[in-house]
């Protein structure tokens, strides 16, 4: 079935380095891939997404790109913040597939940004 | 800006006692979710709808669990009887399903549920 892996956190980093969080996915058919991101106390937000292979999502420094040949969907940030410190999620749902609309998330991966 | 909205935020209640959550959905969407999450857990999906329509309840505990859709704008989980290891957050998403297309799901800022 469908599932995504992402790397175990916690993830702590000076502020101004750089972010990387691994997501791979296993799907059946062609999915879309999301970046979620909580912050304390909040619901899920979407951070990003990619709809195909080769897609790139971008929002607020943050990039992913689809790669079907390593069935990965990366996060990096250049640059990261301490406002930045939250828990990223990395999703999947694919409507054309017998499970519907259905969204599999990763078990998501603390940051904490220090100054 | 639409949101989705739940109440009540927190709630604290004593074991056996029963426990209803909302969730009012974005206008328009078509689908909705509850999930529930737990340190230990993470996040699970409990049950899903589509046009008011339960498609998938299996990750609910059904003999003290119940989501029911009585109308496009309210959605309803209901726990009776609450038992201690109740006790997370749960989170309502909706979203639109069009043909072969998803919106992304937009989360509630969900229902923080204690059971002592």
């Known amino acids: 079935g469908d599932s995504v892996t992402q790397m175990e956190g916690p993830v702590t980093l000076s502020e101004e380095a750089f972010l990387t969080i691994n997501c791979t996915y296993t799907?059946?058919?062609?999915?879309?891939l999301f970046w979620y991101v909580q912050y304390p106390g909040e619901g899920l937000q979407l951070l990003l997404k990619?709809?195909?292979?080769?897609d790139k999502g971008s929002n607020k420094g943050f990039e992913a790109t689809y790669r079907k040949e390593t069935t990965s969907f990366h996060l990096e940030k250049g640059s990261v913040q301490v406002s930045d410190s939250a828990v990223y999620f990395c999703a999947l749902s694919d409507p054309r597939t017998n499970t519907g609309n259905q969204f599999y998330f990763g078990t998501g991966t603390s940051l904490t940004v220090i100054p | 800006d639409a949101r989705v909205t739940q109440t009540p935020r927190d709630k604290v209640t004593e074991m056996g006692q029963e426990v209803t959550m909302r969730c009012q959905p974005i206008?328009?969407?078509?689908?909705v979710f509850w999930y529930r999450q737990t340190m230990k857990q993470g996040l699970e999906l409990l049950a899903y709808?589509?046009?008011?329509?339960?498609?998938?309840d299996s990750g609910m505990p059904k003999d003290r669990f119940s989501a029911e859709m009585p109308d496009a704008t309210l959605a309803t989980l209901k726990i009776q009887p609450s038992e201690p290891r109740d006790s997370a957050v749960y989170f309502c998403a909706s979203g639109l399903r069009t043909g072969a297309l998803n919106t992304e799901a937009f989360f509630g800022q969900g229902t923080r549920l204690t059971v002592v």
């Open positions: 990619a709809t195909k292979a080769d």
């Open positions: 206008l328009g969407h078509n689908t």
């Open positions: 799907a059946t058919g062609y999915p879309s």
């Open positions: 709808f589509r046009n008011r329509a339960p498609l998938d």
